[in-house]
């Protein structure tokens, strides 16, 4: 009867209805486009750590359909940064992110050497080894972060093999790339910016000490290790800096390159 349609206890009948079909429909394309999602991010990820890898995903000459083909020539490994050991067993469904959140899978930043601001860092540690067309190691593709002026910096820095087999003060960088952060856009924003990031190529990264060498400057004395800064961007461009010396450094991937340097021999 119209009089009952108009009444109150109805019209929350209605709405409350209309609210439970809503989160139904809600949670089911949650659920169902979950797997989608996944996909997605496992190919961005392979894809930018394609584009540090010296450019072997170029956007200009691939695209998405051309990822899983390209990373065929990438080895999926982990070290344990906390040990320094060798490589170890690849945990079932780990993501490095969220490890840091976790207190059995990550460990606290001493404030002396956290230059970086990253807190805490990861146990375990994912690293790319991508072998050239023979099948030989060419090149290790290392996951990196730090912060800049307003947020955190995700990428990847890729070093060559062959160089780092000749000892730490030949070893140089093959590429670079970042892919999340906010920095501001036109400033350290242009850490994106594919030329800024091509004069990382050919970099030396350390002294025959194994002391992290490449840096980010205004000033350029010594150019086979240091990069131009950033215009207006010097703290995003220290940001980067730092975020260099720690995750080549001793607290960082610094002890597995050198064991990797020694495997090569």
Not at 17 to 39: F, G, K, Y
Not at 223 to 233: N, T, Y
Request: overall charge negative; aromatic content about 8%; charged content about 25%.
């Amino acid at each position: 009867m119209p009089g009952q349609r108009d009444s109150i206890p109805h019209i929350l009948k209605v709405a409350v209805s209309l609210c439970l079909v809503c989160a139904l429909l809600v949670s089911a394309s949650a659920v169902l486009l979950r797997p989608t999602q996944t996909r997605n991010r496992d190919r961005e990820e392979k894809k930018n750590i394609l584009i540090a890898a010296d450019g072997i995903f170029d956007p200009k000459q691939h695209t998405n359909a051309d990822v899983a083909r390209l990373f065929e020539t990438v080895e999926v490994k982990m070290v344990d940064l906390a040990d320094s050991d060798w490589y170890v067993d690849l945990p079932d469904g780990y993501n490095q992110k969220n490890a840091t959140q976790k207190s059995d899978q990550s460990d606290p930043v001493p404030a002396e050497a956290d230059v970086a601001a990253i807190r805490k860092r990861e146990k375990l540690s994912y690293v790319y080894l991508v072998n050239d067309k023979d099948g030989r190691p060419d090149q290790v593709v290392l996951p990196i972060r730090g912060y800049g002026l307003w947020s955190t910096l995700y990428g990847f820095i890729s070093i060559d093999l062959q160089s780092l087999k000749q000892g730490p003060e030949q070893a140089t960088v093959r590429g670079l790339t970042y892919y999340q952060h906010a920095e501001t856009p036109g400033l350290g924003g242009e850490v994106d910016n594919p030329v800024w990031k091509s004069r990382w190529q050919g970099k030396h990264v350390f002294d025959e000490n194994w002391d992290v060498l490449v840096e980010v400057t205004k000033r350029i004395t010594e150019p086979e290790h240091q990069i131009d800064a950033l215009s207006g961007a010097t703290i995003t461009s220290d940001g980067v800096t730092n975020m260099m010396r720690y995750w080549l450094g001793p607290e960082g991937f610094g002890p597995y390159l050198k064991k990797l340097h020694e495997e090569l021999q």
